[in-house]
């Protein structure tokens, strides 16, 4: 089974396999960066996949193993956003509003992102040109997930003004408030289901009846964000701690 190699992917990822193991199955787990990892479920070094946000986010990988590949069960509905800290006043609501005061003035022109290949982080470049935000300097960089956390993080501690772009679920949002700014040129895509693939050949290894309960499985949105800040907690790699 596989998964990309970030948390909230992870918690999902447990849950599908305490559910696999439950019909007997030795589950043997991997993770790989987005598009590393679809290339390995087209190859057939994994079976599953939990799980590819589709259409909108990870469509582009997704498509060209149509053929192989076969949709179980939608986990959760995750979406991409550009958000600002709370402390930003309300005025600045939407994207467009980042060119007019007062976020001309206050707003870092930083937009710290995470890896290439997750779909905000395909989308935030283009938003950027698409409403002009490099005309004032605004400019996206790709980082890593912590990378990005703890940018949002330091800002806070100081009550600097910047722009995150992110999604839902994660953590993070258990945690602290981030205001999703209005995107009217809908650049950033939209709602997507988070969907378990399975490989077209594993399904007699997988069995029917463990592939009807895997049809039933359903998390939310909710779920996944609890699940992926009790991985985050009890992981043994550096972490953020966001209840800073």
């Not at 590949?69 to 800290?85: A, D, F, H, N, S």
């Not at 996206?140 to 100081?158: K, M, P, Q, S, V």
Request: proline letters at 7%; aromatic letters at 8%.
């Amino acid at each position: 089974m596989g998964h990309i190699a970030l948390s909230f992917h992870d918690a999902a990822a447990e849950q599908v396999e305490l559910l696999l193991r439950s019909h007997g199955h030795d589950i043997e787990r991997h993770s790989a960066p987005h598009e590393q990892m679809f290339t390995a479920l087209g190859r057939g070094d994994v079976d599953v996949l939990v799980a590819a946000w589709l259409p909108f986010s990870h469509g582009r990988y997704a498509r060209p193993l149509s053929p192989d590949v076969r949709p179980v069960t939608v986990l959760y509905e995750p979406y991409p956003i550009w958000g600002v800290p709370d402390y930003v006043p309300a005025e600045v609501a939407s994207i467009t509003d980042l060119l007019a005061p007062p976020a001309l003035e206050q707003m870092e022109r930083l937009i710290q992102g995470m890896a290439p290949g997750a779909g905000i982080s395909e989308m935030s470049p283009r938003a950027v040109q698409e409403y002009g935000l490099d005309s004032a300097g605004y400019h996206f960089e790709h980082g890593t997930e912590d990378a990005c956390i703890r940018r949002f993080l330091d800002a806070l501690d100081e009550r600097r003004w910047v722009v995150m772009p992110f999604w839902h679920p994660q953590a993070l949002h258990l945690h602290h408030r981030i205001r999703r700014l209005q995107d009217p040129l809908a650049m950033l895509g939209a709602t997507d289901n988070a969907t378990v693939l399975v490989r077209r050949d594993a399904e007699e290894l997988i069995g029917a009846a463990a592939l009807a309960d895997l049809a039933q499985l359903y998390l939310g949105n909710a779920l996944v964000a609890d699940l992926d800040d009790k991985v985050r907690r009890r992981t043994s790699t550096p972490y953020t701690n966001f209840s800073r």
